[in-house]
DNA sequence: CGATCGTTTGAGGTTCCTCAACAAGTGTGG
DNA sequence: CCACACTTGTTGAGGAACCTCAAACGATCG
């Protein structure tokens, strides 16, 4: 069956208890959190926090788009992950993280939970763990696949991918057009590729058909069998 | 700070509710399942699961190697993480895995505990359930950590970096000489390689004194450092 | 208007993959 | 015991994919 693999895996990213984990009428007993939480709006490239800083916030995306990323010495860098309004993110085992975390377009805007809070609440409650941990799940399945993408597919399969997941995780609805907020250059370290190879994929795929593009981060999905890397069976 | 991102990240992947989670007495509450787990031995090759099979257990490494791998329609097989004695595997949010699981080395002996009898555990006993969380979000680091090393590293590096993994996950502890019991085509997978790549890399490697191998499969790091892709600051 | 940033496109170079041959180890059958 | 097939791993030569460097374009902003 072709299909993205990170298609339709990704809306339910958080908030989601329903879907398919077992009894869990209540929809979202993290709100609860919210009175604990504080909110705060960030411009591009300003920290939310650093690899370095003690684990004591959870966090989550209210508006806005931020990514968690990794830097090498020699100035490498890898995005690993995109995170859109509704994702939760921050936590760690043993407070330590290894990851950055920053806004990755102007007027961001993050609420922060203690850490400690949320713990206790999910002792007291644990539907809420339950969440958690099928959260995390999710989280771990969408990073399995993004290993397979960044492994072993091609720079205009992983564009490709990459346009698709932004479709799915948007807001407006998998058909609607979609509106990158991120720059190349994210893009780029997103995918593990350079600048060139993704403009070079884009252009590919316009030319292709497959995709239409106006105003440089306005991107129609026009065929979208012809954008998704195939998924196998797994024998 | 020279370090291979996945070294001293994966001795603690799981039972060790120690280290660092606060307020943890109890070693091993998962333990108690072991009355219900049923444990059953694989050859090399040999599926543990399918991914289109429903996520009714959760299992566990007793001994061996297996491997977690995708698969795309044309052959392509990323092989997502090594799974060594101990590693517990096979959660999923609802129900629905993406990934199979396969026995690396002939022998593998693999514990499985009923999905039901854990979460019911986890519900019961917020210990589990904080442990378990723990136990996610580790792997979680772990992925993202892998993530770094499949898109921006190079062969060598890549290389490098499975080695000294390999080495602190072995049961002997990191010095012990390392003994590789998946075959060149499981590690090109796992990387992301071509085994001959991989082969190359290892020949290079020792060319350049940072390992000895005798008998093929029997690896000793000679020069840690020069194996380290080195994981920077996050600025 | 010039300056800057983000993006696209081209040319050339590097890394890694593919194809192929070969070597070493293992098991089988005569 | 050897011959043989088979598996696994190594090494080399050539090619493809992607990166780097460079130039140009458009949009935005002062």
Known sequence: MPMNPLA??????????ESGTDFDPEPDPLARLDA?????????????????????????????VARKCALLADGRRQIV????????????????????????????????YPRRQVEILAD?????????????????????????ILGRMTAVEKVGCFLTEM???SSEGPSAPI?????????????????ETVSRALSDLKRRGAITI??????IIADRKALG???????
């Open 124 to 148: 007291s409650d644990n539907r809420v763990g339950r969440m958690i941990r099928n959260m995390a799940f999710e989280a771990n399945a969408r990073m399995q696949m993004r290993m397979l």
């Open 179 to 195: 509106l990158l907020q991120m720059s190349r250059y994210d893009i780029a370290d997103y995918l593990a590729l350079s600048i």
């Open 81 to 112: 992950d995109f995170l859109l309004p509704g994702d939760l993110f921050g936590f760690a085992a043993r407070r330590k993280r290894h990851f950055g975390v920053e806004a990755a377009v102007d007027g961001t805007l993050v609420i922060r």
């Open 36 to 64: 604990d939480g504080a909110a705060k709006a960030y411009h591009r490239g300003q920290e939310i926090y650093r690899p370095e800083d003690p684990a004591e916030y959870w966090y989550r995306i209210l508006f806005g």
């Open 8 to 17: 339709n895996e990704t809306c339910l990213r958080i908030l989601d208890s």
């Open 167 to 169: 479709a799915d995780r």
């Open 214 to 219: 106006n105003r440089k981060r306005h991107v």
């Open 229 to 235: 890397g195939l998924v196998a069976v797994g024998t």
